[in-house]
């Protein structure tokens, strides 16, 4: 609202503010992050936090309020108070600091057991009802106190101890719910043709948490499975954790710090599923209340960090209907010459392995004399970078291989 002053008379002219795109969170663990989370997100009195539902499924009964009305045990209400420091690179208590207090609560809590498939009839039906189980429930978004509907984003915060366990119970329940057809579309489309995928990851990706997600999915797939998900599903994982937190007591937790840089690894790592996880990292994050920004991992990320620096800016990518099996294609439409046609997003990461592939290739037949078909021989070592082939003209169309682009699905893709 701008108020201005004009002839004596005060005059008020409200602006239109766009809301921030629906978004459906499930956080699934009970540790002191999914309290840190619970208190800044559950706090509705954040315009930042319109149209985010929060919601937490865990084995513990401490985010249920024992005290609430009628017993039946309703979101525990969190107070989450943050010392912000001067710096996250320089965080000591020598500098000038900063006290802000969250409160907040999730707007539904599921607490799961191992028994809950044996209380679920077999035929999954009781009196034309159909029956979940709590994480079914919060997944699909079916008989919830909130109007989420399908969730959009998974995050386990947990011990990585716990990750393994969790994601079979998770690729069970999906697999279930698959075959249902209740896993989407999600809150942010009403197309199911263009269905988004749902990002499952955690908070901390130690201990190689995308083979457990191979071993769990396949370990819990069904004879049944079609082979293609009725909504698409992506990976993600955080380098470190965000934050420096501790909750001794429930409805408390302490916020001493945040983890000064965010760096995420997606699968599959192309344009669009990274500009669809850094926009619901974001938000989860609160990068735009900290102004931090996320830092892609990988092949493609940045050449400060190990990649090929092909990654870059996805933010405005539109959606391309595909019939690849995950439902989305890694073109971006751009504008220039012939009216915005798709350009197939630069993969850096591609040459790069038929340049490893071919420099390999040469450096062993030099180290076993092989002779060329010259008849010279080839013991010296290959310049391969300077081979008229891959030159600046076209060392972004490098030759069509069907070998190769199966090697690369299967790897770069996490493909398995």
């Known amino acids: ?64 309020d024992p005290s609430s009305s009628g017993g039946v045990g309703e979101p525990r209400v969190w107070r989450c108070t943050e010392k912000q420091h001067l710096s996250d690179l320089v965080a000591a208590d020598i500098f000038p600091t900063r006290v802000i ?39 699909s978004g079916i008989s919830t106190p909130d109007n989420g509907g399908p969730v959009d984003l998974i995050v386990l915060c947990c011990p990585v101890s ?7 119970r998770l690729a069970k329940t999906l697999y279930k719910l698959d075959a249902l057809n209740l896993l989407g579309p999600s809150s942010a489309t009403s197309n199911s043709s263009s ?50 937190c501790k909750s001794l007591q429930p409805g408390e937790v302490s916020l001493h710090g945040r983890f000064p840089q965010l760096q995420v690894a997606v699968s599959p790592s192309n344009a669009y599923v990274r500009s669809h996880a850094k926009r619901l990292l974001d938000r989860l994050l609160q990068n735009e209340t ?14 400060e960090v190990g990649g090929d620096g092909t990654c870059g800016d996805e933010e405005g990518l539109t959606m391309i209907e595909s019939s690849t ?12 010459g012939g009216g915005g046609a798709l350009v197939v997003n630069a993969n850096g990461a591609r040459n790069a392995m038929m340049i490893a ?14 002779t060329t078909n010259g008849g010279v021989s080839s013991g010296v070592a290959p310049a391969i970078l300077t081979n008229s082939s891959y030159s600046n003209n076209n060392f972004n169309t490098p030759p069509p291989s069907p070998t190769l682009d199966l090697l690369l699905t299967q790897s770069l893709s996490d493909h398995a």
């Not at 716990?162 to 079979?168: D, E, F, K, T």
């Not at 908070?203 to 998900?229: E, H, V």
């Not at 900290?290 to 050449?303: H, I």
């Open 195 to 244: 269905s988004k995928p749902i990002l499952i990851g955690t908070l901390y990706g130690a201990g190689g948490f995308d083979w457990m997600s191979r071993i769990a999915f396949t370990t819990q797939r069904p004879p049944t499975f079609s082979g293609q998900w009725t909504r698409p599903l992506a990976l993600f994982a955080l380098k470190a954790f965000p934050y420096l």
């Open 101 to 139: 207090t969250h409160v907040g609560r999730p707007d539904s809590v599921f607490v799961y057991g191992d028994d809950d498939d044996k209380n679920v009839d077999a035929n999954n039906t009781s009196n034309g009802t159909l029956k979940l189980t709590p994480l079914e429930r919060a997944i």
């Open 357 to 370: 592939a071919q420099t390999h290739k040469q450096f062993k037949s030099a180290k076993e004399g092989t």
């Open 325 to 336: 099996s995950y439902g989305f294609a890694n073109h971006n439409t751009r504008s220039g």
């Open 1 to 64: 609202v701008i108020f201005s002053c004009q002839c004596d008379q005060l005059t008020t002219t409200t602006m239109a503010t766009s809301s921030p795109a629906a978004q459906t969170t499930l956080l699934i663990g009970g540790s002191n992050g999914t309290a840190t989370l619970a208190a800044i997100l559950g706090d509705k009195s954040n315009p930042r936090n319109a149209n985010h539902i929060l919601r937490v499924a865990t084995r513990s009964t401490k985010y249920l």
């Open 162 to 168: 716990a990750h393994l366990s969790l994601l079979r």
């Open 290 to 303: 900290t102004g931090k920004k996320l830092e892609f991992l990988g092949l493609s990320g940045k050449e």
